[in-house]
């Protein structure tokens, strides 16, 4: 796997982020285009697809979220740790969010430093990853 750095760290799966999408939005397009050329006696059936496909839209969405949320929350409490183990403290509680996931690319020779700095001066999280210097990877995160 290629060395990670600010520049190529964002990571797009072609078959969820792609496929998968354009494949929802026609399916929704069609069922809808369907519903309206349908007659009287299939209107019943072609408002059930159309539903289905916004179901099937939502529940991407949603899971996609979902999954994300727990990913957030691990890392939070990651680099929470991280942090203890590196200076015997807790993290700044003004930290937020974006912030600590952001500072998870930071060494661990950097991290503390760079944290405190982040919430002193409420660094955006674009910020902070464009001042790392010894890129951590984060090869898991999907």
């Not at 750095?5 to 069609?30: C, D, E, M, Q």
């Not at 159309?50 to 839209?57: E, H, I, N, Q």
Request: proline share 2%; aromatic share 12%; net charge positive.
């Amino acid at each position: 796997m290629q060395q990670q750095n600010y520049k190529n760290h964002a990571r797009l799966v072609p078959g969820y982020h792609g496929v998968t999408y354009l494949a929802i939005i026609a399916l929704i397009i069609g069922s809808f285009v369907n519903l309206y050329h349908s007659s009287h006696d299939n209107l019943y059936s072609a408002s059930l697809i159309c539903l289905a496909s916004l179901v099937l839209a939502l529940v991407c969405f949603y899971a996609r979220s979902f999954a994300l949320k727990a990913q957030d929350r691990a890392i939070r409490a990651e680099e929470n740790f991280r942090h203890y183990m590196l200076t015997n403290k807790l993290m700044d509680g003004r930290l937020n969010l974006s912030q600590v996931i952001a500072l998870r690319f930071a060494s661990d020779e950097e991290f503390p430093a760079l944290a405190q700095k982040a919430a002193a001066e409420k660094l955006p999280a674009k910020e902070i990853k464009k001042q790392i210097k010894n890129w951590r990877g984060d090869y898991y995160r999907v």
